[in-house]
């Protein structure tokens, strides 16, 4: 009987993957629960860039953050990344991953988040979160409040920490790109499902004060975040619930009558 039981919870969540995500009013709404349980402890609110902080230089290869939406220590990665206003490459490392190999193979484990920057390998959020300061020449507070992240966490339980089911199997050619901020609850929202369907991406940290605001309203016509542009298909939007639709569609493979 424990058996059955066990192998009846498995099928309902196999068949809650197979059916497409979907942004609604709830999710929006918990998501932004989400962000508030981080507010007074994540490094610039998890909203905004550091006061006084220059101009990001150019870079010609960001370095590879590996870490999943629901980990409550890359959380702490993600705040900096925005603090620090950076350019990371993500790949997505939700349980079942194709990335999560191509991370054991770098480092020796699997543990996330992990930063790779050319020979450079660190996984401690605190080590990673300094490393990426000195390199901005900022100073910035150790991550701090665990108790905090993982409530975040809690809020969107379920979401953003395993690959759906319904992910192909393949990645696209080219990574896709993202304008966001880790405060954002609609950019949660995003993140998610690019994690839920093991989707590398380029995230452009786009926070309240960034200089790259600017390049996002000649880019899109409007500085509102998450912005995504996906060059395998000319596709863009600003629009969270028409972003997961398009990303559901177009790299899921989704019973819509379950």
Do not use: W
């Not at 099928?11 to 979907?22: D, F, G, I």
């Not at 006061?51 to 990665?77: D, H």
């Not at 405060?183 to 786009?206: H, K, M, T, W």
């Amino acid at each position: 009987m424990a058996r059955f039981a066990a192998l009846l919870v498995l099928l309902r969540q196999h068949t809650s993957a197979l059916a497409p995500p979907v942004v609604k009013p709830a999710d929006v709404a918990v998501s932004g629960f989400a962000s508030m349980a981080r507010m007074s402890f994540a490094a610039g609110k998890g909203t905004t860039v550091l006061e006084g902080l220059a101009a990001a230089p150019p870079v010609r290869r960001p370095p590879v953050l590996y870490e999943f939406e629901a980990c409550p220590y890359c959380r702490f990665v993600r705040e900096a990344v925005t603090a620090l206003d950076l350019v990371v490459d993500v790949k997505p490392c939700g349980k079942g991953s194709r990335h999560r190999a191509e991370a054991l193979k770098l480092g020796g484990k699997e543990q996330f988040p992990m930063l790779v920057d050319g020979d450079v390998v660190l996984y401690e959020s605190d080590d990673i979160a300094a490393y990426l300061a000195e390199k901005r020449g900022a100073a910035l507070e150790p991550p701090k409040n665990i108790a905090a992240s993982a409530a975040a966490t809690a809020f969107r339980a379920g979401r953003g920490a395993s690959v759906s089911a319904g992910a192909l199997a393949k990645p696209p050619r080219k990574n896709l790109e993202l304008y966001s901020y880790e405060g954002n609850q609609f950019c949660r929202l995003v993140r998610e499902v690019l994690c839920e369907l093991d989707l590398p991406y380029r995230i452009y940290s786009a926070g309240k004060a960034s200089p790259r605001r600017a390049e996002l309203e000649a880019l899109a016509g409007s500085s509102q975040c998450p912005y995504l542009v996906d060059p395998n298909t000319s596709f863009a939007s600003y629009e969270s619930a028409a972003i997961v639709s398009y990303l559901a569609e177009t790299y899921g493979d989704f019973d819509d009558e379950s």
